[in-house]
């Protein structure tokens, strides 16, 4: 929670203060450079706009699936739970197992005065299938969308990304992959445009 709210307030303030610090980061450009770094901050600023306004609305929606399958089977603090679980989906892959298996675990306890087998294995059931249609959505709905509205990026490329991301920096790496790497392919797009392999790679971008 500490850290979620330090991320919100340093976002605030930087998103508020954006001019101030563009003017800063200009003026350590050489002249040469400074209208290629202008335009190139305006497509980075547009990407991840965009990028975090369709992460909010994927942690949104798992949120509202992941409340209801919890309120269902009576998990105690449902939308703190929730919440927390569709946080996680954050970070790709490794997020969405953590969510159910917490999930899962907090249901086991909030009925720990039922019997196992008859009563709470039916409501641990309940809640995979709650996070099995919150994935599908955000598998074949909120990524999609995500993506192709961002990053239009071949999800091959988003998977390998990720992957390499994980490996070189763990979770932390996972998170930030996928923005770092639109942000990479604009600053390529706009100072070595006329790199054939550049050109190929970042058509779309």
């Known amino acids: 929670s500490i850290g979620l709210f330090s991320v919100l307030f340093m976002t605030f303030f930087m998103l508020k203060d954006s001019d101030s ?3 800063f980061f200009l003026a350590a450009v050489p ?22 306004v369709g992460l909010l609305l994927q942690i949104s929606v798992l949120f509202v699936i992941y409340s209801i399958t919890l309120f269902w089977v009576g998990t105690e603090n449902a939308l703190i739970v929730a919440f927390f679980c569709a946080l996680f989906n954050i970070v790709p892959y490794v997020g969405p197992i953590i969510g159910a298996l917490l999930m899962a675990l907090l249901t086991i306890t909030s009925h720990i005065e039922m019997d196992f087998s008859q009563e709470i294995l039916p409501l ?8 099995t249609v919150g994935q599908l959505v955000d ?21 390998v990304i990720i992957i390499a991301a994980g490996l070189l920096f763990g979770i932390a ?24 392999f550049v050109r190929a790679w970042t058509k779309g971008t």
Request: aromatic letters at 14%.
């Open 21 to 23: 610090l563009q003017r």
């Open 31 to 52: 002249p040469v450079h400074r209208e290629g770094t202008i335009r190139s901050l305006g497509k980075i600023k547009d990407i991840l706009s965009r990028y975090f």
């Open 124 to 131: 641990v059931g309940y809640v995979m299938i709650g996070v």
């Open 139 to 159: 598998n074949f709905f909120s990524q999609p969308y995500i993506y192709s509205s961002s990053i239009r990026s071949h999800p091959m490329e988003i998977f």
């Open 173 to 196: 790496g996972m998170i930030v992959a996928v923005p770092g790497y639109a942000v990479v392919k604009v600053l390529l797009k706009e100072f070595f445009r006329d790199n054939g």
